[in-house]
């Protein structure tokens, strides 16, 4: 089969691979729709020791598929199933797994292989993370089942409510996500972006309100504006920058909550003040990756409609494009690519 092979930083490779054969507990797919993820970009830049311990190993993490066979000892899921598979499994022992905070696992065990024409799911992501689907919902749209469930976890942990003001930080694939999702919840949604291409786009889904950072010079000063001056309820930072992590602090309102969603780099440090977070009880929240019933409620909203982010999906190409199609992202002219193996 064909696959586009990691081998390390800046090292991508179409290379001709060996069918994966299940062994016990595994399933195989033929891989439908995998979709490109701005952690792709960061990986192919300078690897990523936690979700690719090892190298080579096939690229890609978001992905659909319809099983082609299962290992022995497999019996929720059968030839023929199509599936939607998270890009983890949590060990189910440790004590954050017991504590209900499996995306905290001690051992989460990381799954690539999205750009490949088959992929084998290890057996604890059979297990544990692998979702069948009714026929009715496309690959394409299934595939963003583990970036949804990313979203909603932070979502559910805001607390997100009907007719609260929720604003989101970042116009990149997870902002849109995270803005559908306070929107489903009929959240009264602003979505701050910077001009250019892909905001344009974004402007287009007309999923909220969209302020561009880059023509305002006050941007928090404009979010309270637009709150009758008292701040938004919820706050969500999804660019990952401190600066931004900063506005989000200071957008939010007398007993509102903040998500740090987008991760900065390491050894970062933002500045509090500390008389509004506690005067002002403000909720400070990072929320990381997915958990197995979150991802299940992201497939339920993706089935059922709630969520159709498709048109988040700007671009459309086989194996052969995942080079090209990163590129797209890394120079901001994509949100997300489909990739069909
Ligand atoms: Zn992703
Ligand atoms: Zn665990």
Redesign the pocket.
Known sequence: MRAQVFHGPGDLRLEDIPVPEPAAGEVVLKVGAALTCGTDVKTLRRGHPVMIPRVPTVFGHEFAGTVTAVGAGVRRIREGDRVVAANSA?????????GGR?N?????LFVNGAYGEFIALPPRLVARNTVPLGRSVPLARAAFAEPVACALLAVERARVESGQSVVVFGHGPLGCLLAMLAAARKARVLLVGKAGWRFDRVRALEIGECLDASATPDVVAAIRAATGGRGADVTIDATGKPEVWEQAIEAAGRGGSVVFFGGCAPGTSIRLDTRRAHYEELTLLGTFHHTPEVIRRAVDLLEGGVLVPDGLLTHRMGLDGVAEALALMRSDRALKVLIEP
């Open positions: 949590p060990c189910g022992e440790c004590r954050f797994c017991l499996p905290l696992c001690e051992d989460l």
